[in-house]
């Protein structure tokens, strides 16, 4: 599986971006898709999270302000991020799990700053 994602940029505190994540097979066939991120000096941790049973999850420090959802028919989960905060400056990074095998897209950068 193949993982790409896009979106990433430099917003203002209090501002809005939408991250791109696409798979090269059918994300129906995905039982698990997610977003971590990692800031500088930091461990990765996870964002956003759902399974095709119909689970979605959150941490803590995005309730509220971030949406995971997908497209099917266009192979695509999405992060929606409002209310950005400079301590959401990280690269994200878009996963799946499939076959018992954890994979990775390539990182895309959040910077929020003023």
């Known amino acids: 599986v193949q993982l790409q994602a896009s979106g990433g940029g430099l917003v203002q505190p209090g501002g809005s971006l939408r991250l791109s994540c696409v798979a090269s097979?059918?994300?129906?066939?995905?039982?698990?898709m997610g977003w971590y991120r990692q800031a500088p000096g930091k461990e990765r941790v996870v964002v956003a999270s759902?399974?095709?049973?119909?689970?979605?999850r959150y941490s803590d420090s995005v309730k509220g302000r971030f949406t995971i959802s997908r497209d099917n028919d266009k192979n695509t989960v999405y992060l929606q991020m409002n209310d950005l905060k400079p301590e959401d400056t990280a690269v994200y990074y878009c996963?799946?799990?499939?076959?018992?095998?954890?994979?990775w897209g390539m990182g895309t950068q959040v910077t929020v700053s003023s």
């Open positions: 759902f399974t095709n049973g119909g689970s979605t």
């Open positions: 996963t799946g799990k499939y076959d018992l095998r954890d994979y």
């Open positions: 097979r059918p994300i129906s066939a995905i039982p698990v």
